[in-house]
């Protein structure tokens, strides 16, 4: 069975400029969460869709947005990028909320 | 989420048993105790998780002390590929809006 896939792998932005990350589950799973990893603050949630609803937000602001379409692929948003949007972000998919989360690669986000 | 505290890192020989700890002292009644972890660079990987009796799979072992207070991941015969940073996590299952909170983690370094 594949694993969860992120594309693109690798990305360099422009600060102001917007980006769309996407991200393909496990078959069968029907839950996205996304995480941002930085070296200072570590992995946090950002956040869980599932059906198509977001269902748990992290503390993030509003630049970071995202949505889920009917064949549970995921996309995530970030609108007028920082420089410390820099960082790894990884999506993870489950079966159902709650479940065990599998996480893919990864997308490497560079802001300049 | 409970608060869970580990070691920021061990060291195993190649070949032997690496030993994780993980304190959750406050853990509920209905959280379970999550392991992950992560190689450099990449996605967390998930490895395996309990409620209050021993887990085993084909990665690890799972303890969990009666008290459920406390936890170890037993790595039974690690290797070169097991260095990483593991992640000792506790959420209640199966329940829609609860993110894994990662914490710093313990980097295991296993060597030859």
């Known amino acids: 069975k594949a694993g969860v896939t992120q594309t693109p792998r690798y990305l360099i932005k422009t600060r102001g400029q917007q980006v769309t990350l996407s991200c393909s589950p496990i078959?069968?799973?029907?839950?996205v969460s996304w995480y941002q990893q930085t070296p200072g603050q570590g992995l946090q949630f950002l956040f869980e869709y599932f059906s198509e609803t977001q269902r748990n937000k992290g503390n993030f602001p509003g630049r970071f947005s995202g949505r889920q379409f009917s064949n549970s692929r995921s996309e995530m948003n970030v609108s007028t990028l920082e420089l410390g949007d820099s960082a790894l972000y990884l999506c993870?998919?489950?079966?159902?909320?709650?479940?065990?989360?599998?996480f893919g690669p990864g997308t490497r986000l560079t802001v300049t | 989420d409970a608060k869970t505290t580990q070691p920021p890192s061990m060291d195993c020989a190649e070949g032997r048993a690496a030993n994780l700890p993980c304190n959750h002292s406050t853990i509920s009644g209905n959280e379970y105790v999550y392991w992950y972890r992560q190689i450099h660079s990449q996605g967390p990987q998930y490895i395996i998780h309990?409620?209050?009796n021993n887990e085993t799979n084909e990665m690890a072992s799972l303890i969990i002390t009666e008290d459920r207070k406390s936890s170890t991941l037993i790595l039974p015969h690690a290797t070169l590929r097991d260095t990483a940073v593991y992640y000792c996590?506790?959420?209640?299952?199966?329940?829609?809006?609860?993110?894994?909170?990662f914490g710093k983690g313990t980097t295991l370094s296993v060597s030859s």
């Open positions: 993870a998919s489950s079966l159902s909320p709650g479940f065990e989360q599998y």
């Open positions: 996590i506790v959420r209640v299952a199966w329940q829609a809006g609860t993110a894994l909170i």
């Open positions: 078959s069968g799973h029907r839950s």
């Open positions: 309990g409620l209050k």
